[in-house]
Every structure is written in structure tokens, then in C-alpha cells.
């Protein structure tokens, strides 16, 4: 889908995920020579997030006030209030399907015609509504594959003659409720949200360039609350998938395993999880406080110790098990982003030592860890992978064919002509 006619000059794009908020305000200053716009990273803020688990708000005042606050911190450093923001959603069961779409062209003579913008797009609307109904919301949907008379042609066959034009869309949703409950906080904040997307394929997007994207490669975005998986091939998006389990939950089996506190649970993980498999931790002994002595003076009775290699093993199941299931869904793609392509992590949690070799072996692929490339706009203190998603959204926000949807989730989808089936 094209983008609006005329983009706002600040923009912002907020990402709210389970453990921070980002806000990253950019402006656009049209270039008359080269005919895009030049975009400056004016404002950032971020802060602790609030109120969310597994990225679905579960206290809505606590998330409003969290947003604002990372508004305020951005605007303060802009110095202009800001009004219009795109939005990264990962929560809401959010999914790939793909779907099939064939049109008659001139089908009342019968002598066909040359295919034109309008019929891919009315091809692409049909695939959003095939998909979206009171349950689902369409985040984006790309065209993957044209054909004209069961002809095979590059591009989307603009121009092409033929009897009958099909169009392969992949479209990616989610469910509606809580993508809706993310829109009205932001809406509560005084903001309006002119975009949602998808936020894998944000993340994703930063990290990766066409040259691997044209050849094949998947993004493992490893957050706080959830986990999601993207799959390019011959430089389309093919798969957008989130999973419901992230690093969070490493720290909820250190405290379950040690009976011990989130606090200190995410000590532990931060300053002294190290994950190998070909050289095993060693036994150094760690202390550590029981449940209920996190106010208490550290002495050695109230202290108990655990091993480097217990803690490793605690979490090394966690990761087997995610991983395990990035392969399954990785399994049913065929093609190079699969049969030995690299796969990248990315994300705060990829972070923890050692977690390369883990994903290697359970997925079976070459694995690197990713940070925005420098190509992007975030400036080099932010090129983290905490902030990928961020750093995707601009990508996404200023490329045409992102398939980014652009209307109101209350907007109606015409259905047009056009004969669909679903791929799977």
C-alpha cells in the first residue's frame, strides 16, 4: 500500500513493548533534487514499561503513563509537540497466511487486456479482507508472486497482456482486541496513530540487508515478553510470527529453580548466566538471597549458593524448548532461508552470553546476533539490538511497497471481484 499523500512533517514511532517504551521523533524535509524527503532524527525517549506482560496491556493507566512520559522525554528534546506516531504491534497471536487471488481482465470480451495498478491493487484489497473479519486485523500484506495466464512474470506485471492476472499476498494479522487496546492508549496520550505494523518485521528489517533478504534469511527478535520470528526468501517477506515466550521468562525459571526474587533473579541472569555447550560452565559458586531477604542484610546464613553450570542448565531448557519451536515453524519453509541459511538474533535478550551457540545447534543454521546497521537513522549510541524495532519502523514508515496498513482498524476493506483461496 502507498503511503498517505501528504506524511505529517514530524513523525513519531512509538514501540511498546514489555519491559521499555521507545519514542523516536524524526522529521521530513522535502529534497527537490532528488525527490524524497530527508529524514533527521530530532527527539528519542525511553522508559521503563509498565502495565504489559507478554506484550498485551493488562493495566492500561500504568501503560498511559509510561507512554507519556517517553513522549514528554522525546518532545522535550525536539522542542514540538507531537501529534502523529506509527505504531510497531507484536502481540494478538500475530501470524502470516498466505493467500491466492486471481482476476478475469476485460472478462465480458474475453480478449483480455494489459494489467494495470489498479487491478493489483484491487487484488492486494481483497487479500487484507479475505483475511480480516471482527476477530482479525491485517497489519500488512505484501505482494510475493504474480502471474499473468499462469505465466510467471518479475514484479507485479504492470503492463503485462494477458486474460487473467494472480497475485500470491502474504498477509500478516493479529488479533483484534489487542491491537486495539495498544491504539487507544496511544490515542489516550493525546496521539494519533496514522500506521500500525508489525513489529518483527520492523526489527527485522533493521538488522538485515537486501542482499540477505534476496537470498534468504530469518530474524529471531528475542524481547522481554515475547519472541518473533521473520523469514524473508528471494527478498519477500514469507513468514511474521510471534511466540508468547521471552527473556522474561528465563528470569521467572530462576526464580522458581532457586526460589529467590525477580530482583534478584535478574541479577543472576544478567551478571552471571553463560550459556555453552561445547565448554560447560564452570562450578564456580555464586550466593545468592532466598524469597523474602532482598531487604535483608546479606550475611552467610541467610545466603545460599548456586552453581555457574545449575544456573546454565535452568536456562538452557527455557531456550531449547523456544527454539524448538522457531524450527518447527521454520520447517515449513523450503529454501535457503531454511537448508542452511543464516538466521539472526536480535533483541535485548540476545544478548546473554553464549546464546549463539544454543540457537545454533537447536536450529541447526549458521546464527549471529544483529544490531541496526548503520544505514538506519538512529543515531550510533542507539545502535543496539534493544532498539531494533525502532529503527525498523522508520524503514518501514518511508518505503512504499512495505505493505504497511495505513487506515483506521474501523475501516472497511472492499472486496472487489477478485476470486481468492488461502495457501496455508
Do not use: W
Amino acid at each position: 500500500m502507498r503511503p498517505p499523500p501528504s506524511q505529517p512533517p514530524v513523525l513519531g514511532l512509538l514501540d511498546i513493548g514489555t519491559s521499555k517504551i521507545a519514542c523516536l521523533m524524526v522529521s521530513r524535509i522535502p529534497d527537490a533534487r532528488s525527490g524524497r524527503d530527508t529524514t533527521t532524527v530530532i527527539g528519542f525517549g525511553h522508559q521503563k514499561s509498565r502495565g504489559l506482560k507478554a506484550g498485551v496491556i493488562v493495566d492500561a493507566e500504568a501503560v498511559e503513563d509510561a507512554v507519556r512520559a517517553t513522549v514528554a522525554q522525546a518532545e522535550h528534546m525536539a522542542g514540538v509537540t507531537l501529534e502523529d506516531v506509527i505504531l510497531s504491534a507484536a502481540c494478538g497471536r500475530l501470524h502470516s497466511t498466505h493467500v491466492a487471488g486471481n482476476l478475469q481482465l476485460d472478462a465480458e470480451t474475453g480478449r483480455g487486456r494489459s494489467v494495470d495498478a489498479r487491478d493489483i491493487e484491487r487484488l492486494l484489497q481483497a487479500g487484507r479482507a479475505h483475511i480480516e473479519g471482527d476477530d482479525r486485523a491485517v497489519l500488512n500484506a505484501n505482494a510475493i508472486g504474480c502471474r499473468v495466464d499462469d505465466r510467471y512474470v518479475s514484479g507485479l506485471a504492470i503492463g503485462a497482456t494477458g486474460r487473467k492476472v494472480s497475485l500470491d499476498v502474504h498477509v500478516v494479522s493479529a488479533d483484534r482486541a489487542p491491537v486495539r487496546h495498544l491504539l487507544h492508549a496511544a490515542e489516550r496520550c493525546q496521539l494519533r496513530v496514522i500506521a500500525i505494523a508489525a513489529g518483527p518485521l520492523a526489527g527485522a528489517l533493521a538488522v538485515s540487508t537486501i542482499e540477505e533478504r534476496q537470498l534468504g534469511i530469518a530474524v529471531v527478535e528475542l524481547g522481554a515478553g515475547t519472541t518473533g520470528l521473520t523469514v524473508f526468501a528471494h527478498g519477500n517477506l514469507v513468514c511474521a510470527h510471534v511466540f508468547a515466550i521471552g527473556s522474561n521468562h528465563l528470569v521467572f525459571d530462576l526464580m522458581r529453580a532457586l526460589n529467590i526474587g525477580i530482583t534478584e533473579a535478574e541479577r543472576i541472569k544478567k551478571n552471571y548466566a553463560m550459556l555453552s555447550l561445547a565448554h560447560p560452565p564452570s562450578d564456580e559458586t555464586i550466593l545468592f538471597q532466598p524469597r523474602g531477604d532482598d531487604h535483608a542484610k546479606t550475611t552467610a546464613v541467610q545466603t545460599k549458593q548456586v552453581t555457574r553450570a545449575t544456573i546454565s542448565d535452568i536456562l538452557t531448557k527455557r531456550l531449547s524448548s523456544l527454539f524448538g519451536m522457531v524450527r518447527q515453524r521454520l520447517d515449513q519453509f523450503a529454501g535457503p532461508p531454511v537448508d542452511g541459511g543464516t538466521v539472526i538474533l536480535t533483541g535485548g535478550g540476545s544478548l546473554l552470553s553464549g546464546l549463539p551457540g544454543i540457537a545454533t545447534s537447536s536450529l541447526g543454521r549458521h546464527v549471529r546476533v544483529g544490531a541496526p546497521l548503520a544505514h538506519t537513522i538512529l543515531p550510533h549510541a542507539l545502535l543496539h539490538p534493544a532498539f531494533a524495532t525502532i529503527a525498523g519502523l522508520e524503514m518501514i514508515a518511508r518505503d512504499p511497497n512495505s505493505g504497511l496498513r495505513l487506515e483506521s482498524l474501523n475501516a472497511t476493506v472492499a472486496t472487489g471481484a477478485p476470486m481468492l483461496r488461502r495457501s496455508f
